[in-house]
């Protein structure tokens, strides 16, 4: 056996050594090939050939492999469609199981907003009830305080009330007004121009300033600024209690 380097100089016409490799040849190559040794009685070309296709990397797979990578192609294919339609149908099973959830969240979303919207109603309902009635009251009391000072700068506020009761009553029929002690002399003064009238005055210590009861035959009728607003506030709840929800 020789190596290549020994047989640099040989001619190309079928001598026995074996030609050097052409990256060896090259003054300026950067990479150095291997040393390999061949035998003598080997053909020139095909270690040239094995030599190239080592350096090159190149593989040759034999016929019944390459057989095999033919039919591989259309499996490869076929493996793709099936993943993509298993994918599709793996995206719609979501986007409906998606769409199912979300119709079931809005479905208790609207039944909850229902039931708030019911307790608001009837919270509201309650809460105006209170506020009139709230509303009633204090609008009496504004009255009683406003009569009662009335009357105490005027202590015969109540004799028109008392005039126009006077005139629902029989002409035949016994009347006695009930005044405080201390107003009898004005009360009489504001009835000295009715001489036809079977009115009698008597005072009464147990009554008030603005208080004055109405006795006749057939019963007995309170009609000072207390009992007024009373009887107003009776009439305002009654009609409250009659109002629909």
């Not at 020789?2 to 100089?9: T, Y």
């Not at 000072?149 to 009553?169: F, Q």
């Not at 057939?218 to 109002?243: K, N, P």
């Amino acid at each position: 056996m020789i190596s290549p380097s020994e047989s640099a100089g040989a001619d190309a016409n079928g001598s026995a050594a074996v030609r050097l490799p052409e990256r060896l040849m090259k003054p300026d190559a950067k990479n150095i090939s291997r040393l390999e040794f061949y035998p003598l009685d080997r053909p020139a070309f095909v270690a040239d050939s094995e030599s190239e296709d080592e350096i090159a990397g190149v593989e040759t797979l034999p016929p019944e492999k390459e057989a095999l990578v033919g039919p591989q192609q259309p499996q490869t294919e076929q493996m793709s469609d099936r993943v993509e339609i298993a994918r599709s149908e793996a995206t719609a099973e979501a986007r409906l199981l998606w769409q199912t959830e979300l119709e079931e969240r809005i479905a208790e979303e609207r039944s909850r907003l229902q039931r708030v919207e019911e307790e608001f109603r009837e919270q509201r309902t309650k809460y105006f009830a209170a506020v009139e009635s709230e509303i009633v009251r204090l609008a009496l009391a504004i009255a009683n305080r406003v009569l009662h000072r009335e009357a105490n700068l005027d202590p015969l506020l109540l004799a028109g009330v008392v005039k126009v009761a006077l005139e629902k009553i029989a002409k035949d029929s016994s009347v006695v007004l009930r005044v405080p002690a201390s107003e009898v002399e004005k009360w009489r003064g504001a009835f000295a121009a009715n001489q036809e009238s079977t009115l009698k005055l008597v005072g009464d210590e147990r009554l008030g300033t603005s208080e004055c009861v109405l006795e006749t035959n057939v019963g007995r009728v309170e009609l000072g600024v207390s009992a007024q607003l009373e009887e107003i506030e009776r009439g305002f709840f009654d009609l409250l209690q009659q109002r629909p929800a």
